[in-house]
């Protein structure tokens, strides 16, 4: 699947979520038009035509802004074409998902002579990535979004992916790791993304939960053979209370141990560690 296949997708998944962004105004009556228009060309894997309450928005997502041909005569056909058809008002809006190279000029307008119309251009890698955070039709465009820090923007998508239902969770982890490629090395998501899920499945908190438990009793065996060490065997009794120590004050034993000379010792580090 292509990046622009991908956007078209979502957004005719999503109509109302993804007109209330372009539009920064709450949408609710949004339809997906399956326009047909005759005269070419039409990149239709790329183009999404939505009826609003009394006007057409069209959008048309682009990962690259040089076309043939031009972008702004292909609004301007689209323009002309949906108008002809529908007799309302259009708004257009091109969503680049990365930056051009410095040389090229994103242009919003086609003019020549006397003829001159404008569209909006949302440049992606601008947009605050708050909304696509916080917005499931959104989120897999996040990736793409303004950061400074953009693995910490990529951890936090995974974040976010991983406390929706498990339905959608998979659903949209896979937009997103598509998106993300755009941008990312793909062993870097790959890996990101992989470890989300581990981090919220059932068996990899078993896993941990017993990792930990496993280590604190390596720790305790441990404290054992030094205590032995230092002041000889242990007697039952004794072994008995070190097992029943928190972690926290095995840790303290460990380093108290080191000064031990005999079994007083022990019993008095016992007593002082009961006072406090």
Known sequence: MSFD???????EKYPANFASWVLNTPQTDVEVLKTELSIEPIRADSVTFLQLQGRILHLEFQTQWRSNPPLPLRMLDYWVRL???YRLPITQVVVLLLPPPETEVIETRFTLENT??????????EENPELFLHDPALLPLAPLTATNEPQTLLQQVVEQVNELEAEKRTEISAYAQIV??????KDLVKRLFREGIMRESVIYQDI??????K??????SLIL???TRRVGELPQQWRDRVNSLSLEQLENLGEALLDFQGIGDLETWWDTSEEN
């Open 208 to 213: 941990l939960r017993e990792g930990e438990e």
């Open 5 to 11: 296949n991908l956007c078209k997708l979502l957004s």
């Open 215 to 220: 280590g604190e009793q390596r720790e305790r």
């Open 225 to 227: 053979r030094q205590l």
């Open 180 to 185: 993300a490629g755009l941008k990312y090395e």
């Open 83 to 85: 108008y002809r058809l």
């Open 116 to 125: 001159e119309h404008q569209y909006q251009v949302i440049r992606l890698w």
